[in-house]
């Protein structure tokens, strides 16, 4: 049913799924014999725009290469249509420092044809000579209209804050936002260090300005791609006007078709703004259909289309390539049980990260070892495990360091983590240990804690008074160390560590699995217990 809304036309379709096989039909998916007809019956001053996205995809390859697939068969069903096409991205499709992820996130967006993209914090994991090195194979453009680049500095001229593009005669500006918690969402790096991001008040002016000045030009379409997040993506579609499209990212919200007030507002001018935004970890992707007033540069009706990629097969030419780009997987042994995938990552006890974590600390023989829960980004399997299976549950790439912390700055720690409960988006997340048991309830609150000596003896923590002179051995990694998602002070500027090194968990992790040299069960052992008060 279409509703009409401020002269606007609002129609949405849910994507169904083959129940026996999971799989997404694409005729019903992504195509609409409703929306064929009205396409066919637009008048010469209606304009028809597809354009097909991603965001957060967080360097899993796995799902990069199933959306490959997809978009293989989208371009299929759609080489006759007269529409606008493009591919758009809103940032974090690589993660971590490693290279050959950044290398093969750039390959995986020239191969899906990506027009653009806006930088995500996980692009600036990497340092700017690293980063821009990336980039000079890139056939798409990369957007940081805030970020503040300073002169000589090897971004200087590669990233932009936006361009023109031309698709059968009708003229489209493309804007990009990086993230304004950027600092904040990298370790203590280069890219920290080097690069400067502009306060977010300051950016809606800064929007408000360009986008009058491409009006000023005759371009009444435009696109801007932001790495903001859904609450501050809204503050733009509302506070600003000429903005017509936000594809999103960021907050890894799953923005399923049109729904007014949530990714359907309206501008200062009273203009419809669509927000879309596909999740996270490359689990979904979008397509995004818009029929505009041509003359007006208004949206006139909007279709958004949000498909699993988890029914498609992974795309054999692209897996190949990244073998070739990231190695041949090494057969590290069997996984023999898992525990159910957990509903909310950021605040569950996850025990793929317990896994991790447990591999972490035996392998650097702390005290204890913690991480921030963000850093868990996939799940174990039942069957055989492979190097590149594990490198999938914690894609990042940071680098791993030991350090001191005392008592009192680990309970506080997982306090600042706890407060997730009752944070926005449950942001940053809980913290997830080795060598620790804490109990935390939903109203934010640590209740209780205990440290697990390596015989197992369970020693209680009095969380209301911690030992400030009580001192443990800890591993991590150096996001985390840095102060990352505000869980610690940034010990790495202070000089306060004990050792750094040049790998990250899954190292470790695999090194644990070999020496084990038996199957493994990824279990919830109660090591972190949710209570409601």
Known sequence: MNLLINGFQKYSYIPSLSAKHSTVSFKSALQSDTFEKEQKQKTDNLVQTDIFYINDNHGRIGNMARIYTAKTMYDNLNKNSKADKFVLAAGDISAGADLHIVKAASTYMNGLGVDATSDGNHEYDASPSEIAESKKG????????????????????????????????????????????????IRDNESRKQIGIDDFEKTLKDIQNLTDEYKKQGINKIILLSHCGLEKDQRIAKETSGIDIIIGGHTHDLLEGVAEGKNLLYSKANEPVIITQAGKDGEYFGDLKITWDDKKGIIVKAQNNVTPSSGFKRNRVLKGVFDQILGKPEHLGTIQSVAPQVKNRLIEPNPNGFFIMDAVRNEFGTD???????????????????????????????????????EKEIVDAVKNGAKSFISPGNKPGIVIPSGLKYTVSKKGELKSMSFIDKSGKEIPIDVNNPDPNKIYTVATDDFFAS????????????????????????????????????????KDDGRITVVDA
């Open 138 to 185: 890139a056939k798409f453009r990369s957007l940081g209209m805030n970020l503040q680049i300073p002169k000589g500095n090897p971004l200087d001229g590669v990233i932009e804050k936006s361009f023109v593009i031309e698709k059968n005669g009708h003229k489209y500006a493309i804007i990009g936002l990086a993230p304004p918690d950027l600092h904040e969402r």
């Open 368 to 406: 204890i070892a913690l991480i921030n829960v963000g850093n868990i980004r996939g799940f174990f399997e039942p069957g055989a495990l492979d190097s590149r299976q594990v490198f999938e549950v914690v894609p990042l790439k940071n680098n791993m360091v030991k350090l001191k912390l005392t």
């Open 483 to 522: 102060g990352g998602d505000n869980l610690i002070s940034n010990k790495i500027a202070s000089n306060q560590i004990d050792a750094k090194f040049d790998f990250d968990k899954d190292k470790l992790t695999c090194d644990y699995v070999k020496k084990l040299n038996a199957p493994v069960e990824v």
